[in-house]
């Protein structure tokens, strides 16, 4: 899968990024902070813990902040 989405049920910034990738289409391998080994995984890749956090397996870019991450897809979902 192209994308993997790190992810926490109920946070709204994960939603609202779910939110603006679902009419494009784009899914992503989702994984749930809520297991402390996902947690740490998140932590060795990006230095802390917050979700949503976005990876784009294929270009190796990764970010936080879900603004950002909106942005990112807008421009590169499809390429
Ligand atoms: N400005 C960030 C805010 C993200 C945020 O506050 N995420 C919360 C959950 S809603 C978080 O990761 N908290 C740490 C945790 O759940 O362990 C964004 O827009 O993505």
Same mark, same amino acid.
């Given at each position: *899968? /192209?994308?993997? %989405? ?5 946070? #709204?910034? =994960?939603? /609202? =990024? /779910?939110?603006?990738? &679902? #009419?494009?289409? %784009?899914?992503?391998?989702? $994984?749930?902070? @809520?297991? #402390? ?10 230095? /802390? $813990?917050?979700?949503? +956090? %976005? ?5 190796? =870019? &990764? *970010? +936080?902040? @879900? ?11 499809? @390429?």
């Amino acid at each position: *899968m /192209k994308y993997i %989405l790190y992810v926490r049920a109920e946070c #709204p910034y =994960v939603t /609202k =990024v /779910k939110i603006f990738a &679902e #009419p494009l289409g %784009l899914e992503f391998d989702e $994984r749930d902070i @809520s297991d #402390p080994a996902v947690a740490d995984e998140l932590i060795e890749r990006g230095g /802390k $813990r917050q979700v949503p +956090y %976005l990876v784009d397996v294929e270009n190796v =870019v &990764e *970010m +936080y902040e @879900s603004e950002d991450i909106i942005e990112y897809l807008k421009q590169h979902a499809g @390429s």
